[in-house]
């Protein structure tokens, strides 16, 4: 690491206060170089800007706020391990078996988006993303959703649900169509899981390295008395 981006660091407030020797340059000490290894570790889990924040609420002494982002990171990830089983039991029937539209026929976009609890504006927008391919009606000009096209809305709402972006669906719902579903079914749910473990552990290691700097900033604080 330069020794730019160690006080690019401490100017974003990553470290406690530095003093300054008799040339004025800055000096470090054991506490100094935990830090950096915490902010380090925090970040392959929590991300730069979060880790700076983590960092920056701990040195001015508002630990509550440090441990309030790294629960809400712990949160999240919850939320998307959950979201991920749910996406995989849901596409588990539903790349095999496209659902029935109501009554036999196609959907209309009001149709749809009453069965997904969407606005139809959402399915405009997917479409127009290339998420949803509707043809249209003959007879009125309007858009219609075949099976397949309400297998493939029923499967964006549940990645779209889990955080991700509209692109990234659109790519999904392309391969699975292009590799007819199961190795691309695969590949995804199992890229997602590892994703989710590389975070656990970030996450945990990130936690063991915060608690070092914690302990050695509890000896490090003036006794009372």
Request: proline share 4%; charged share 25%.
């Amino acid at each position: 690491m330069s020794a730019q981006a160690v006080r690019n660091y401490d100017d974003a407030g990553v470290f406690p206060p530095t003093e300054r020797g008799e040339t004025g340059h800055r000096r470090y000490t054991p506490l100094h170089a935990q830090a950096l290894r915490a902010f380090l570790a925090l970040r392959r889990g929590h991300g730069h800007q979060r880790a700076v924040e983590i960092m920056r609420a701990t040195n001015r002494g508002d630990v509550e706020s440090a441990y309030r982002l790294i629960d809400a990171a712990h949160a999240e990830l919850l939320a998307e391990r959950d979201t991920r089983r749910e996406v995989a039991a849901a596409l588990d029937t539903l790349s095999t078996t496209a659902p029935r539209p109501v009554g036999g026929r196609p959907l209309t976009v009001g149709e749809l988006g009453r069965r997904l609890g969407v606005h139809p504006a959402t399915l405009r927008g997917w479409e127009a993303e290339g998420i949803l391919r509707p043809v249209r009606d003959r007879a009125t000009g309007y858009r219609v959703y075949g099976p397949d096209c309400v297998r493939d809305a029923e499967i964006a709402r549940q990645l779209r649900r889990g955080g991700y972006l509209l692109h990234q669906v659109a790519r999904f719902l392309e391969s699975l169509r292009a590799a007819g579903g199961a190795d691309a079914l695969t590949a995804f749910l199992g890229a997602w899981q590892d994703r989710l473990t590389a975070r656990s552990r970030a996450l945990l290691a990130g936690a063991a390295h915060f608690d070092a700097y914690l302990t050695l900033l509890d000896r490090a604080r003036p006794t009372e008395g």
